[in-house]
């Protein structure tokens, strides 16, 4: 099959490499454009530019697919399919219908809940018990097109939306490998999403990261629990220099009651509004190791009886 691949974050890498073992014709990958990083602000492709480069795939980084330009450019490539894995720019419809098999979405959610910018996110935010992949065929709706095949798995107690997103990786370069095998054969069928059930995962935003205490011990370990580790759900507390920034990257519901946000012993035990939660990984904003509760209250001289903001 002649592709065009279009992925821009480490999610989409393995979905890269799968097809491109599967011996099929990589004619372009489309990309972000590289963005400034790191302390001296260099410019760093994405995680799908550098790997596309490294197999000798050409790449391209339009800032528009909107233009006569681009539309020229995508057209010329002869694509029998574009796949497209959270590559972070909407397709006009000019452009989804080029390719003759149109354009398949790798989605990282069970359509159609949790449709949007943040699905794996906001799975672990609102409890879910599974979550999963799906091959979509892409509409100009946001994600409302219908569905050829999904995988799922079990989202267990504490785990973090970085352990979800690394599980769907390798689980959604299996699908979409298979996806286009059926395609091939011309034997890949479509489902219409189910119009009940439609949930949106809006993007996350830095003001919901701050960690309300008064919330139920449940809520307040998903929220933590699916923020991390980006952008990381955070308390202030007075470490010895006044208050700083603390982000925690793991968390348990727990035994214990007292006033919300107060710390009720050396092992990392928090009040909530109803219940406690247990801190088990915790990071200084700014700082780079990550350290357990203990070891954390151990070493910011921190006691019960101590107040998180």
């Not at 979509?136 to 097109?145: H, I, S, V």
């Not at 949930?199 to 008064?214: P, Q």
Request: some cysteine; hydrophobic content about 45%.
């Amino acid at each position: 099959m002649r592709i065009v691949f279009m992925g821009t974050p480490d999610f989409a890498v393995p979905t890269l490499d799968r097809l491109h073992a599967d011996g099929h014709d990589i004619v372009a990958v489309y990309t972000r454009a590289p963005a400034k990083a790191g302390r001296g602000m260099a410019l760093k492709p994405s995680p799908v530019h550098a790997r596309a480069e490294a197999l000798g795939l050409p790449v391209l980084t339009p800032s528009t697919l909107k233009s006569e330009e681009a539309f020229e450019t995508f057209a010329g490539h002869g694509a029998d399919v574009a796949v497209v894995v959270a590559y972070g720019m909407l397709l006009p419809q000019k452009i989804l219908d080029v390719p003759r098999f149109g354009c398949l979405n790798l989605h990282g959610s069970l359509l159609p809940r949790w449709r949007g910018a943040a699905p794996i996110q906001r799975a672990v935010m609102a409890g879910d018990a599974e979550s999963g992949v799906g091959v979509m065929r892409m509409e100009a709706g946001l994600d409302t097109g219908p569905v050829a095949m999904e995988a799922r798995l079990t989202i267990t107690e504490g785990m973090t939306a970085g352990e979800l997103h690394d599980r769907l990786m390798p689980l959604g370069a299996d699908l979409m490998g298979r996806a286009i095998q059926a395609l091939e054969r011309e034997g890949l069928t479509f489902t219409p999403q189910a119009t009940e059930g439609v949930v949106y995962a809006h993007k996350i935003t830095n003001e919901e990261a701050r960690i309300d205490w008064s919330r139920q011990a449940e809520e307040v370990a998903r929220h933590i629990n699916g923020l991390s580790p980006f952008p990381g759900a955070y308390f202030e507390a007075d470490l010895g220099k006044g208050p700083e920034r603390v982000k925690v990257l793991r968390a348990l519901a727990h035994d214990g009651s007292g006033t919300p946000g107060t710390l009720l012993d050396a092992a990392g035990t928090v009040a909530c509004g109803t219940g406690a939660v247990r801190l088990l990984e915790l990071r200084r904003a700014g700082k780079g190791g990550v350290a357990s509760g203990e070891e954390f209250l151990r070493g910011a001289r921190l006691a019960a009886g101590a107040s998180f903001a």
